[in-house]
């Protein structure tokens, strides 16, 4: 399996609701790391999993939608935890969107599948990975 990763950060604020989230229920902020990687079986006419290009420009517009928003004030999140996890399948899930939609090239189509790292810290991280 081939791969490419492009990079990019995003920066949040939300809350947390239930007991296991400690002082994380209350407001509080935090700047993600986010990681994407595309994943294909056997590179594209050009020899490429995808354009690294499209790929990075696609992810900074997903993150774009989050970037120096308060989550708990998105209708799309109402009442929901929006955990590291949860995130890195949003991510996920917008960026196969935009492959299904040709954002990423006709090439792109090809992909088998995305997976999406945000990184909280040096020390702790989080991600989903999903076919296309």
């Known amino acids: 399996m081939f791969g490419i990763t492009v990079r990019d950060h995003v920066m949040i604020a939300h809350s947390f ?12 902020g ?8 595309f994943r294909r079986r056997d590179l594209d006419a050009d020899n490429i999993v995808v354009d690294i290009g499209l790929a990075t420009n696609e ?22 935890n929006t955990s590291t996890e949860f995130l890195a399948k949003v991510i996920a899930d917008r960026l196969a969107e935009r492959v299904h939609d040709g954002a990423l090239g006709e090439g792109a189509r090809g992909l088998a599948g995305i997976s999406v790292v945000l990184h909280e810290s040096h020390v702790a991280w989080a991600s989903y990975e999903r076919s296309l």
Do not use: C, I, K
Request: charged share 20%.
């Open 59 to 80: 992810l900074g517009a997903v993150l774009a939608d989050l970037n120096y928003r308060n989550l708990d004030d998105e209708p799309a999140f109402a009442g929901v």
């Open 17 to 28: 609701q239930g007991e296991v989230f400690g002082p994380a229920q209350r407001l509080h």
């Open 30 to 37: 935090a700047t993600y790391v986010v990681d994407a990687t």
